[in-house]
């Protein structure tokens, strides 16, 4: 049976990845740092065997603590999806929070940098293997007030870019998913509980839904070794850049 590591799979994009890849046959390695939602998850795909680890991707020893504890076969997964993360605030730079800043790029960047780490010996071992980064529309167009969090979106492309060609002669394929407006907890988390302005940035119109996304990334990750579907920006259909949308 094939496995499949996923991060940040206690809500939205990685939840329902996570969902689709069971349903493809996969086994699963899910984390985050909310326990309980993972374990609502594992009881949700019973009888697919799903490992639950909880951590937070900034703190690398305890990334590297919570893989330690996994089976060997475990540690070298099929797939990862490197997906954890979100933004923190909205603001122009000059009114931007530094806390905030240090979140986004601590969990977008060196997190995702953390888990390819503790896994990559595994799966460079193995020689083959697909690293599937989720990137952003906010890491290829900038938007007011976007700054950080378009920051650490473009540095995951360039990453995704850079690690696609170290690790070929690994036979580990990367590649990314770009999604627009999906609609998940990442507004909230955005906005700081705020669940008016969250909603509204979904208002008028039909955002992409968590599954949409793991449609693609389910397609990409299953293509034979001789395909890379390298990036895919996946957009709202009422949706024309990052924050042009086509509201009723
Ligand atoms: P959610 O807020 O619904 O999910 C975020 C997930 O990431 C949760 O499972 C959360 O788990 C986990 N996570 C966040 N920070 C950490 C951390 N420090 N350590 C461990 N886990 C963490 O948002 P989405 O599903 O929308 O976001 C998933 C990814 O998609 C993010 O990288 C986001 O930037 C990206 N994205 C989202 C878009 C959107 O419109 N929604 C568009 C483009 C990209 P827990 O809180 O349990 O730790
Ligand atoms: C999330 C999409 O446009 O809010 O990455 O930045 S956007």
């Known amino acids: 049976m094939k496995t499949a590591f996923v991060t940040g799979a206690s809500s939205g994009i990685g939840r329902a990845t996570a969902v689709a890849l069971a349903k493809a046959g996969y086994q699963l390695v899910v984390t985050g740092r909310r326990r309980e939602r993972l ?3 594992v009881a949700e795909l019973a009888p ?17 603590a919570a893989v330690a504890t996994l089976p060997e076969a475990l540690r070298a997964p099929d797939v990862l999806v490197n997906n954890a993360g979100g933004a923190h605030g909205l603001n122009p730079i000059q009114a931007g929070d530094p806390a905030d800043w240090d ?15 503790a896994l990559l010996p595994g ?22 007030n976007g700054n950080v969090y378009c920051a650490t979106k473009a540095a995951v492309q360039m990453l995704t870019k850079t ?3 170290d690790l070929l002669p690994t036979g580990v394929r990367v590649a990314e998913v770009n999604p627009g407006a999906v609609e998940t907890e990442f507004s909230q988390v955005r906005f700081k509980g705020d669940e008016a302005r969250a909603a509204k940035v979904y208002e008028g119109f039909e955002p992409l839904k968590p599954e949409d996304i793991a449609e693609v990334i389910v397609f990409m990750v299953t293509r034979p070794p ?15 850049a990052a924050t042009t949308i086509n509201r009723k």
């Open 39 to 41: 374990d609502e998850l």
């Open 226 to 240: 001789h395909v890379t579907i390298a990036e895919v920006l996946v957009l709202a259909g009422a949706q024309g």
């Open 163 to 165: 690690m696609r060609l």
């Open 103 to 117: 979140q986004m790029l601590d969990s977008n960047v060196r997190g995702l940098l953390n888990v390819t780490h």
């Open 48 to 64: 697919v065997p799903v490992h639950v680890l909880t951590f937070d991707v900034r703190d690398r020893a305890a990334v590297d």
């Open 123 to 144: 799966m460079t071992a193995r020689q083959t293997g697909f690293i599937l980064n989720i990137g952003s529309i906010a890491g290829q167009e900038a938007y007011a």
